[in-house]
């Protein structure tokens, strides 16, 4: 089955600087790589998507990479902020592509 | 307008006691329906999908099992609870029609304390 790896596990920066998130996948069949931020006692909230058939896609200061070639995707956020502190999901398609899997999730932490 | 209720939000039940944890959707039809789990510090481990009413998909072998006897309606439940069933309990619907190829929305969840 799908198995989605994320690193890495905790993230601290300063305010101001760029934070990198990256996961791979197993099922190259998968075609659809959301990214969710949860915050403290909350439910996760979608914050950026990205399908198969773009290799890049930017929100604002938030922005996803993907390369199927190697099966792996990246969240980037730049200008981060305090209020970017929380912890955010990849996520890719499991086999039959009814179920997202998710990864183990990482911890930013943005100090100002 | 799409809304996710998932209820009771807190819940501490004892070793052995049975569970059920409800969720509804409203504003949709013929929802994909998932329950995941968030152990503490940990990442979001499906348990069960269903793409239509009373198909149940499950993910991993436990004690728990899911029903979902109306189209916007999906349930969780055990008969008697473990320790290692504690945690934040979450439902999700999707609008991918059997796909997942969609955005996720996640119910507020349920915190669970098996004592």
């Known amino acids: 089955g799908e198995n989605v790896e994320q690193h890495p596990s905790t993230l601290s920066v300063q305010e101001g600087d760029s934070a990198v998130i990256k996961c791979t996948y197993s099922?190259?069949?998968?075609?659809?790589f959301p990214w969710y931020k949860q915050e403290l006692g909350k439910r996760p909230q979608l914050i950026i998507d990205?399908?198969?058939?773009?290799g890049e896609k930017k929100d604002q200061r938030i922005a996803v990479t993907l390369n199927k070639t190697a099966k792996h995707f990246s969240l980037h956020i730049t200008e981060t902020q305090p209020e970017d502190s929380a912890v955010y999901f990849c996520?890719?398609?499991?086999?039959?592509?009814?179920?997202?899997?998710f990864g183990k999730g990482t911890t930013l932490s943005v100090s100002s | 307008s799409q809304t996710i209720h998932q209820w009771p939000a807190t819940l501490v039940q004892p070793v052995g006691s049975p569970l059920s944890l409800e969720c509804t959707v409203e504003?949709?039809?013929?929802?994909?329906l998932y329950w995941y789990r968030q152990a503490a510090g940990r990442g979001l481990q499906l348990l069960f999908y269903?793409?239509?009413?009373?198909?149940i998909s499950s993910e991993v072998p436990q004690n728990l099992s899911a029903s979902r006897p109306q189209d916007r309606q999906f349930i969780l439940s055990s008969k008697k609870l473990l320790l290692s069933d504690s945690g934040f309990y979450l439902c999700?619907?999707?609008?991918?029609?059997?796909?997942?190829?969609?955005?996720?929305?996640f119910g507020n969840g349920t915190r669970l304390t098996v004592t």
């Open positions: 996520a890719a398609l499991n086999q039959a592509g009814t179920a997202l899997i």
């Open positions: 099922d190259s069949a998968s075609n659809y």
């Open positions: 504003g949709t039809s013929n929802p994909n």
């Open positions: 269903s793409v239509g009413i009373g198909q």
């Open positions: 999700a619907w999707g609008s991918g029609t059997g796909s997942a190829n969609s955005p996720l929305h």
């Open positions: 990205i399908r198969s058939n773009v």
